[in-house]
């Protein structure tokens, strides 16, 4: 509420998703008359792309303060890539208010660490330090010693004993303001529920409404109107005007006025600024996007993926990422010159290290994306699982980040069940607005990187095998190209309609092609589909789907290394799907695929079998 009301009294104005103005008020007394309620613009938690002004999407408690280190690396890298001498056109810090919630919560001790050890001085939390949550008082469960837990990560930490102490509060600001080299975490101890008689420094305050006559009393306290709701007194939108309205309007005046000037000094920088603002991309980005010849051993996913990367970053100034310690496993360093890592000294590098901290990891990518900088994340996809909540705020924020989740099967073999993914896809697939994209070869690689690319509002998860997949002869099988379409049929048998549909994702797809000879030496006439993408296909048009799965053909086949839930969407009632029922195990990758039934001959059995043939 205190944001509805910020946003309210600052008439901040509404825009699109292109940030054009619509002429009317972000957050009306109307939206806030309506809190919590269909189509209001006071909804339940901030909600970046339902409400303009809202910077992130916070409510999953420790998520905001998590982003706001992503948001603080990007500051820093933006200043270091754009800011030259007299132009600070990156100067701006980042503030952040959280609660014991936020402070609890690992993702937020994640963050936290990693933005000591990156000494990001731009970044300042503001901790209500109420003692309370939703169970009662903070004794009940947290009891450890906040200030010494960030000492310790190396932040400056202030205190500030009384909300109410404005003084202190600028106090505290302005020690932050001068602090180099750490971030700053500001310690304000409040109550809450404060000026409540009967609710104050309770739990009841935190989520229960105060009830009539204690809004009442609570009015009183204040020296309030006690019978007026919703009351904006004469006065207060002025005294707005006149102060961060004011404040506001000269600044964004004068940043316009140095971006003018900055651009005709700088003109092919500030070109890269507006296109990185549109979320556009620069002329010629795709130009080193390379293409593999065919070749029966292959390349692995992650390897052709570490070549894409590479090839993009090169061309897009303001592309960069890392992994949560897993760079040269997933091969998502940059290693061009002048690429360079992002550290306390080099905030320019475009490599970033996470540390083993995938949750934290992705909430940063998040913070990076809603700076504008095309971010991507990497760990192996079995660890998805650690980043899961921030990846579904980047499906609901409609942000364009990149997830780059390598060792997407039971290609790393010997690591065994706790390493080998099953239901990842699965539920990766059902979160709403997220691309999954789990290509078959390595143009399907290159195919797949460049339909994320251009994406602008959806974030995108790319599963890449570790193992060798053989790259296929693309005069022989249709174009990669066909990822863009979500599923696309890479070969037929000769003479009309198929008898049998074959479906496959990643690895998986080498295999219907075997099995699809095979089938074609013994006169069955199969079809091989691969379908990189649910959600992609999904979009096409219903004559598209009808083409590549056409409702006449109800033999079919789905084959992938994962679970095999859902796949009957695809295969029908009177399908089979080849996938996994149980997790994986420990051995070499040649035995798993014999054990869990991934070999052609499976493939070959299950389609005579359906067909009746032998
Ligand atoms: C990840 C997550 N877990 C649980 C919740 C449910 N929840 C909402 S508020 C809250 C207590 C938060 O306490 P605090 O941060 O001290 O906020 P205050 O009571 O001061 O408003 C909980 C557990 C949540 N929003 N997010």
Redesign the pocket.
Known sequence: MLLWSVLHLTGTRAVNAEYERLGKPSVSLDDIRHFRQLDSKAPG?PEYHWVSGVETTT?????GIATSVGMAIARKWLADHYNRPSFDLFDYDIYAV????????G?GSEAASLAGHLGLDDLCWIY?N??????GN?RIAFTEDVAVRFLAYRWNVLRVGDANDLLKIEDALAIFRKTTGRPTLIILD?H?GYGSPHKIDT?A???EPLGEEEVRLTKRAYGWPEDSKFLVPDGVREHFDAGIGARGAEARSRWEALFAAYRAQFPALATEIDEMQRRELPVGWERDLPSFSPDPKGVAGRDASGEVLNALAKNIPWFLGGSADLGPSNKTTLKFAGAGDFEAASPGGRNLHFGVREHAMAAIVNGLSLSKLRAYGATFFIFSDYAR?AIRLSALMELPTIFVFTHDAMGDGEDGPTHQPVEQLISLRAIPGLVVLRPGDANEVVEAYRYILQLRHQPAVIALSRQALPTFDRRKYASAAGVAQGAYVMADAPGGLPEIILIASGSEVSLIVDAHEVLASRGIRSRIVSMPSWDIFEHQPQSYREEVLPAGVTARIAVEQGSALGWERYVGAGGRVIGMKAFGASAPLKELQRKFGFEPERVVAAATELLGRK
């Open positions: 938690h409510g999953p408690l420790g998520q959280c609660g014991d919630g936020c402070l609890m919560e993702v209500d109420n003692h309370i949550t939703i169970e903070t409040s809450i739990a305050a935190h989520g909540p």
